[in-house]
């Protein structure tokens, strides 16, 4: 007989769950910096990487699909080398830095509202049903901005974890994961 599910193994619902809300509503988005914040608060409370390894919801959904999906093949290490994660987190580390500046920009009355996805931080693929102009007060279209960007984040990395499953293993975007780049750096300093 299976092992009893627990509340925390149904996780992946909520990346379900993101991403349609985002599709409809782009204000939703929001709702990621969960995952940016909780995984932190683990590494620097508790000095562990419980969040990644029980309570991600993404790598719970590429379990969920890779059983299915997945060719099983091992992850090349290149992945997973050091140069690798760390260089991969500092290009979205610098992503991000780009999305909060164009954020500001929207802020500052600099640009207007850029009603776009951004796929692999390249393609513009147009987004406008998720936002209707007005939904916020004038000067606040800065708060739709960030939800572009980061809908566009969060997006962009879920595909390249659904490309990494398939020719991989399941979890194989783990091993690059910028949150687990961070949450292991964190560790390993509280560690010291």
Known sequence: MGKAKRWYDFLWIWSIVYFSLGFFNILF???G???FIVPLLFAIAAGNKHFCNRYCGRAQLFSV?????SRGK???RALSSKWFRYG??????TMFANMLFQTYL???GAQGLHQAVKLFWTFRVPWKWAYAAGTLPAGLEWIAQFSYGFY???LTSTLIGLIVMV?????SWCTFCPMGTMTQTICKLKAR
């Open 65 to 69: 699909l890779g059983a299915k999906l």
């Open 152 to 154: 566009s984040l969060m």
């Open 88 to 93: 991969f987190l500092a290009f979205f580390l």
């Open 33 to 35: 910096l969960i995952d």
């Open 74 to 76: 091992v992850t090349p």
């Open 29 to 31: 988005a929001w709702l």
């Open 167 to 171: 020719l991989f293993r399941p979890r």
């Open 106 to 108: 929207v802020a500052r």
